[in-house]
Structures are given as C-alpha cells and as structure tokens.
C-alpha cells in the first residue's frame, strides 16, 4: 500500500520568506504527484501536479514542486510567501496505471505572518 | 468549472441514526469518491466508484456504504452514526482519463454525531 509521509506539520513564516515542504512517498513503481491547498473555509484546489516529463513541475500562485525519483520526494517551494499562502497543504500519490483515489499525507498547516 | 456539491454544510445527528452525505457532480465525471478529513490524519479515503453501480472499499470502509444509481450522484451513508464518525466529509470527482487527473473536490460537510 502507498503512504505519503509530510515532514512539518506547522510551519510559521514571516512575509517574504521562502518555502520548502517536504512530501516522501512509498510506492515503487510509476506514480502521479499532486499537492493541494486549503485555505480556511475553502474546498481543497490544485496546486499543481507531476506525471512524467520535466520532474520541475510549475503550479499556481508561484509554488513549484521537484520529483526526485531517487529519494521518493515531491517538496513544494515557493521562493517569497505572502499572507495569502496560510493554509493547510497536503501532497498525494497514486499509482500510474491505476484508477483508484489519492492517497494523502497528513497535511502541512502553513501560517504566514505579516 | 467543474463543481462538486455537497448538500449540507453542516450536520447534527445523534448516535444511532442512520446518515445520508449526498454528493453531485455536473461534469459527466465516471470516477466519484469519499473521504474524510480529520485534523493530523489527513483525508482518508472511504469508498470510491467507477462508474455507476459500481463501488469499491477504500481503506476506512467499516461502518460506511456508499450508492451510486446515477451517474451524477455519490451518497454516502453511515447505517448506525457513532461518535467517532464524527468528521469532515469530503466528496470528489474526477473523468475517466484517469490517475493522472487530478480530483475536484466539494466543499465538504461537517457532521456532528452526538
């Protein structure tokens, strides 16, 4: 079964800094990266997405993310946060064949402060 | 734009009462799943359907059936509510191109079992 391990739970920032969050997945074989974002009171959106290609992947809002088959990593960065990114964000994983769900990490709870 | 829509918000039932979470999507989509959302676990995937009258266990199925007669229309139904279905349910959608495609998601319902 795949699993997808978000290193930081809370990460507090102030304006203008830059963002890393970590995102490990399990699964071995061919895989579809995603990270989503909530902010509060809001549905979960698409932040952006991997599949194959370019392991840089560019999504909205300037957040990016990176595969990195070798170690089963898909960190979201985003050079300069700005108060409008606090939210809680969740990186996912399913199987390239497959048609079943997302499998999501716990999710990373982002507060920036101005 | 897609949009998936959950038709209550906010729920309150007591322990014991049987639970309808009614979900539509208005894009034709084939694939439709639950989840709920917990603070520090995630999103957790219930149930999920191919297409219609078709569905599959997620990986917290117990104390949950799902129906899916119409192909726009994903319930969820909790037979015997308990405290600790207490959560926030989320239903999403996503067309039949598959993994890749990333899942659109409703605003989700609250529920309160007491």
């Not at chain 1, 979960?44 to 170690?71: C, H, M, R, T």
């Not at chain 2, 129906?67 to 959608?93: G, P």
Request: aromatic share 12%; net charge neutral; with cysteine.
């Amino acid at each position: 079964a795949q699993s997808v391990s978000q290193h930081n739970h809370h990460v507090i920032l102030s304006e203008a800094a830059s963002l890393e969050l970590g995102c490990n997945y399990s699964y071995g074989g061919t895989v579809n990266l995603f990270w989503y974002v909530q902010y509060p009171g809001q549905h979960l959106q698409l932040l952006l997405k991997y599949f194959s290609g370019d392991p840089l992947v560019k999504g909205i809002k300037g957040f990016e993310a990176e595969f990195i088959k070798s170690k089963f990593s898909f960190n979201l960065r985003k050079p300069s946060v700005q108060w409008s990114d606090t939210a809680e964000y969740f990186c996912a994983v399913n199987s390239g064949g497959g048609a079943d769900g997302l499998t999501f990490g716990k999710g990373t709870h982002l507060i920036i402060q101005p | 734009d897609v949009k998936v829509t959950q038709s209550s918000r906010y729920l309150v039932k007591r322990t014991g009462e049987k639970v309808f979470l009614e979900c539509v999507q208005d894009m034709d989509h084939e694939n439709m799943f639950w989840y709920r959302q917990d603070p520090g676990l995630g999103l957790r995937l219930i149930y999920f359907s191919y297409d219609v009258k078709m569905k599959e266990k997620g990986d917290i199925p117990e104390g949950y059936s799902v129906s899916r007669e119409k192909k726009e229309r994903f319930s969820l139904i909790l037979e015997s509510a308990s405290t600790n279905q207490t959560s926030m349910y989320l239903c999403a959608s996503r067309p039949e191109q598959g993994a890749s495609s990333p899942l659109h998601f409703g605003n989700g319902t609250r529920l309160t079992v007491t």
